[in-house]
């Protein structure tokens, strides 16, 4: 949410009060434009190993148990991130600020909680970059393993809750403000 740095804000909300309305196609824009990109990335990726693993007779097909389901949690990482910096943007209203915490929040602060204490493995697992690995992770778990592991239905609920808090938070914020 650049508008408030740049100053646009002031003839955004002049041509559309409504402010609310405005973040919310802001959230769709970003969501489908993410959603495409994300697409495509995670698609060529995983085209390009492939061809390269069959080389090598190591590759596996898309119909293998697992592909298809992390080939979609890849793709929809980029808009899930996005939202949720949309959110924190119309929390911060500063791009560096809003820029670091998001960074911070998404790719920092998800090591520092443990897998092996049952609440740290809880709140390690809220976050869209553990929730990611435990919808990529094709192999079962280790039943041995002094771990708490994520549930698949688990990490799809924080790829929907995480943008949706963030998107209503961000239009309850712009339409409480002043610009």
Not at 67 to 90: E, N, T, Y
Not at 142 to 170: E, F, K, N, R
Request: glycine share 6%; charged share 10%.
């Amino acid at each position: 949410m650049s508008d408030y740095s740049s100053g646009l804000i002031a003839t955004t909300t002049v041509a559309v009060p409504a402010r609310g309305a405005v973040t919310a196609a802001k959230a769709v824009v970003t969501a489908a434009f993410w959603t495409a990109l994300g697409t495509v990335v995670s698609s060529g990726s995983f085209l390009v190993s492939q061809a390269i693993l069959s080389e090598e007779r190591a590759g596996v097909p898309l119909s293998h148990p697992g592909v298809l389901r992390a080939l979609i949690a890849s793709a929809l990482l980029a808009p899930v991130c996005a939202l949720v910096g949309l959110g924190l943007g119309a929390l911060i209203r500063h791009s560096a600020a809003t820029m670091v915490t998001t960074a911070f929040v998404l790719v920092m602060l998800p090591p520092i909680f443990s897998q092996s204490v049952r609440w740290s493995a809880a709140v390690n697992h809220a976050m869209p970059a553990a929730a990611w690995r435990g919808l990529v992770q094709t192999w079962e778990p280790d039943p041995h393993s002094l771990g708490y592991d994520a549930t698949v239905p688990g990490s799809w609920a924080v790829y929907v809750l995480w943008p949706l808090l963030a998107v209503v938070l961000a239009v309850v914020l712009v339409r409480r403000r002043d610009v």
